[in-house]
C-alpha cells in the first residue's frame, strides 16, 4: 500500500477521560540532538521525541559522523564531535516533512567547511526557504535555492561568515534558531530582532549547554568563541500534542483529562490562553522546572466553549495549535476570528484553507481569509475530509470526532508519524474511537 493511504476513521461522540503523557517535544528534541552534536562529551538525552521528523535530525548528524544511540524508550545518547567535528556526508541529507530540521540545519551548515546538499518531500520542497537563505548570503554563507526558493539547499563550505544584526521580517523561531546557530561560526555578533516573541528553546538549551547567549528586549545575540560542554536533557512533553486532547477534553460531554509533565514555555502556552479565553476549564497543577525548561500537569474537563476575537500577539505563540483551535471554535458558541496567521498558509500544508474545506464539508460555517479565518460555531456533520499529508489537520479532524453527528473519515494520515506515532493509541485509550485503515508503506 502506498505510503500516503493511510486513512483514519472516527465514530462520533464518546469522551474523553483518564490520564496521559503525551510524547515528548518536537522542537526541544531536534535541539538536543544538533547541539549534543556539536557539543564536547556527552550528552543524554531522556524523554526524547522517537518520530520521523527528529529521526530526521538524528540520521543527518549520523551521517556526518556523530555517534548516536537509541531512541531506546525515550533515551539518546549521543557522543558530541564539538563545533568543528562534523564530517562531509557522502550524500545529501534527506529531512522528510521537517521544517525545523531544514531550516535549523541550513545555518549551522553554513559553518562548516564542506558543502551539503538538503531535500525533503514533497511538502517541505514547496515550503519557503529564502527567509533563512537571504540572511545567511548576508553573513557570507554561499547557499542556492531553486528559482522558487525552495529546496534542495545546496550549501557550499568554507565560506567565512560575519555577524549580522538582521530585523525578522516574520516572527519565527526556525529563522532566528538558524541565525544563532550560524552565528555560532561568525566573525563577531550575530544578533537577531524578533517582531514578536517566538519559541525560545534554542537560547534556554545554548544556555544549557553553557555557551553565552544575550538578549535585549526584542533582541538575541550571540557571539563566536565559545564551547558547548554535553550536558542532561529531559525533554518535556510537547504542549502541541497535548492540545489536541486539551481541545477534545473541552468540546466532549462529561470529560475529565490529566496531562502529565507538560512543556510550558511561556512562548509556547497561548493554546490554553484563547481556550481560556474560550471559557475552557483547564486547571495548571503541579508546575516546576526541569532543565530549564517549565513543566506542569494540566487538567482539562468539558466546558461551554464561546467564540471570540483571538488576540494578535497569542498567534506565535500558538502557531501550531491552530488546526485543533478551529475545531474548537467551531464547537464554540457564536463567532472566533482569527487574524495575523497568515503564517499558517506556508506550514506543512496551507493550514487556513484545508481547516476551512475541511469544516465546510462537516457543515461548519468557515470562512478563510488571507490572514486567518472566521468561524461560526454551530453543530458538527460528518463526512470525508483531506489531511493534505498534514500530521496536525489529520489529529484535528480526529478530535472533531467527538462532537460529530456521523463518522468523520480522514484521507492521507501517514505523517501523523512525524510528530506524534502514538496518537491513535493514546486517543483510543482516553475514549476516542478511532480507527486505522491500511497503514503499511
Ligand atoms: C518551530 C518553529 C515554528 C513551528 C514549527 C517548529 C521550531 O515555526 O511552527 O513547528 O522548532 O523552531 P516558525 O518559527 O517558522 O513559525
Known amino acids: 500500500m502506498h505510503h500516503n493511504q493511510v486513512t483514519f476513521e472516527v465514530q462520533p461522540g464518546g469522551s474523553l477521560q483518564g490520564e496521559a503523557r503525551v510524547p515528548g517535544d518536537k522542537s526541544i528534541s531536534h535541539r538536543s540532538i544538533m547541539l549534543g552534536s556539536l557539543a564536547e562529551g556527552v550528552t543524554e538525552v531522556t524523554g526524547f521525541l522517537d518520530a520521523e521528523d527528529c529521526l530526521s535530525t538524528m540520521k543527518a548528524f549520523k551521517a556526518m559522523g556523530v555517534k548516536i544511540e537509541g531512541p531506546q524508550a525515550g533515551k539518546v545518547t549521543i557522543t558530541g564531535v564539538g563545533l568543528h567535528g562534523l564530517k562531509a556526508p557522502l550524500e545529501p541529507l534527506y529531512l522528510g516533512n521537517s521544517g525545523t530540521s531544514m531550516r535549523l540545519l541550513s545555518g549551522l551548515?553554513?559553518?562548516?567547511?564542506?558543502?551539503?546538499?538538503?531535500?525533503?518531500?514533497?511538502?517541505?520542497?514547496?515550503?519557503?526557504?529564502?527567509?533563512?537563505?537571504?540572511?545567511?548570503?548576508?553573513?557570507?554563507?554561499?547557499?542556492?535555492?531553486?528559482?522558487?526558493?525552495?529546496?534542495?539547499?545546496?550549501?557550499?563550505?568554507?565560506?567565512?561568515?560575519?555577524?549580522?544584526?538582521?530585523?525578522?521580517?516574520?516572527?519565527?523561531?526556525?529563522?532566528?534558531?538558524?541565525?544563532?546557530?550560524?552565528?555560532?561560526y561568525a566573525d563577531g555578533t550575530t544578533a537577531v530582532h524578533e517582531p514578536a516573541p517566538t519559541r525560545d528553546h534554542t537560547e534556554r538549551m545554548l544556555k544549557g549547554f553553557g555557551y553565552p547567549v544575550n538578549r535585549l528586549g526584542e533582541t538575541v545575540s550571540v557571539q563566536s568563541g565559545g564551547t558547548l560542554?554535553?550536558?542532561?536533557?529531559?525533554?518535556?512533553?510537547?504542549?502541541?500534542?497535548?492540545?489536541?486532547?486539551?481541545?477534545?477534553?473541552?468540546?466532549?460531554?462529561?470529560?475529565?483529562?490529566?496531562?502529565?509533565?507538560?512543556?510550558?514555555?511561556?512562548?509556547?502556552?497561548?493554546?490554553?490562553?484563547?481556550?481560556?479565553?474560550?471559557?475552557?476549564?483547564?486547571?495548571?497543577?503541579?508546575?516546576?522546572e526541569v532543565g530549564g525548561e517549565p513543566v506542569a500537569d494540566l487538567r482539562i474537563k468539558s466546558a461551554i466553549l464561546k467564540g471570540i476575537a483571538i488576540p494578535e500577539h497569542l498567534v506565535p505563540l500558538a502557531i501550531d495549535e491552530f488546526p485543533v483551535l478551529f475545531v474548537a471554535a467551531a464547537c464554540a458558541n457564536g463567532k472566533t476570528v482569527l487574524t495575523g496567521a497568515e503564517e499558517l498558509r506556508v506550514k506543512e500544508s496551507d493550514r487556513i484553507q484545508v481547516m476551512a474545506d475541511g469544516l465546510k464539508i462537516l457543515g461548519v460555517d468557515a470562512v478563510p481569509t488571507p490572514d486567518g479565518m472566521v468561524v461560526n460555531g454551530g453543530p458538527l456533520g460528518m463526512g470525508v475530509v483531506e489531511s493534505h499529508g498534514d500530521h496536525r489537520i489529520a489529529m484535528a479532524f480526529s478530535i472533531a470526532g467527538l462532537r460529530a453527528s456521523g463518522p468523520i473519515t480522514i484521507h492521507d494520515c501517514a505523517n501523523v508519524n512525524t510528530s506524534f506515532p502514538t496518537f491513535v493509541t493514546l486517543a483510543q485509550r482516553l475514549g476516542l474511537e478511532v480507527n486505522v485503515l491500511g497503514g503499511e508503506s
Open 109 to 184: 551548515l553554513a559553518g562548516q567547511s564542506f558543502d551539503v546538499t538538503l531535500t525533503g518531500d514533497e511538502s517541505l520542497s514547496k515550503r519557503p526557504m529564502k527567509r533563512v537563505t537571504d540572511p545567511l548570503r548576508q553573513m557570507g554563507a554561499s547557499i542556492e535555492t531553486t528559482d522558487q526558493g525552495t529546496s534542495p539547499l545546496k550549501v557550499h563550505g568554507g565560506a567565512p561568515l560575519k555577524g549580522i544584526h538582521y530585523e525578522m521580517p516574520v516572527a519565527s523561531a526556525q529563522v532566528k534558531s538558524c541565525l544563532l546557530l550560524a552565528g555560532l
Open 229 to 288: 560542554k554535553g550536558c542532561a536533557i529531559d525533554v518535556p512533553s510537547d504542549i502541541s500534542s497535548a492540545a489536541f486532547f486539551m481541545v477534545g477534553a473541552s468540546i466532549a460531554k462529561d470529560a475529565d483529562v490529566t496531562l502529565r509533565h507538560v512543556g510550558m514555555n511561556p512562548t509556547r502556552t497561548g493554546v490554553i490562553d484563547i481556550l481560556k479565553l474560550m471559557g475552557a476549564d483547564i486547571e495548571i497543577m503541579n508546575p516546576h
